[in-house]
């Protein structure tokens, strides 16, 4: 029976090592037993080859013909996938920040205009409905620098630990 392997995983690109190279050369490399090795290949079992026989893998199998190094793709995809998050939490934090700039600075432009002498009713509502919009959006743009931090959302995921 054939098992599935997650599309990312280490286990598939021991594998896929092991389709080019074979199961008893991947084991000599590593200095390890078949079996260990096949264990690695398995989505449910928890072992991986330490940094150094990973990279020893990946050079067998380009040696041996492969056009990439399945271990090192494996892990920068896996780190990409899990960059996403930081990334995508940065750049909402960068268009919350645009935001309140520019609502900011219109209750301010508005704040001025109601200052002035003989400003009317209209101008001096429009002002306080132009500062209520900005400061609307100051509770969103703490809760996004909070998530920065070690040990919240993104602080997390930026230090290796999951949530």
Known sequence: MTKLR????FSLAITTVAGRIGWREA??????????????????????PSLDLAIALDR?????GGGYAPILESYARQLDVAMV???ACRTALAEDIALASRESGDA?????????PGATPAEIHRAI??????DAIFPRLIGRLKA???????????NGETI
Do not use: K, M, Y
């Not at 084991?27 to 991986?48: C, K, L, N, P, Y």
């Open 60 to 64: 067998a199998f380009i040696e041996a």
């Open 6 to 9: 997650a599309p990312l995983s």
């Open 148 to 158: 920065l931090l070690p040990g919240n959302g993104v602080g997390r995921e930026a």
């Open 108 to 116: 301010i432009g508005h704040c001025i205009q109601a200052l002035r």
């Open 27 to 48: 084991a000599r490399i590593s200095r390890r037993a078949v079996r260990t090795v096949r264990h690695w290949s398995e989505s449910d079992r928890h072992g991986t």
């Open 85 to 87: 998050n930081t990334v």
């Open 129 to 134: 409905v132009e500062t209520e919009e900005a």
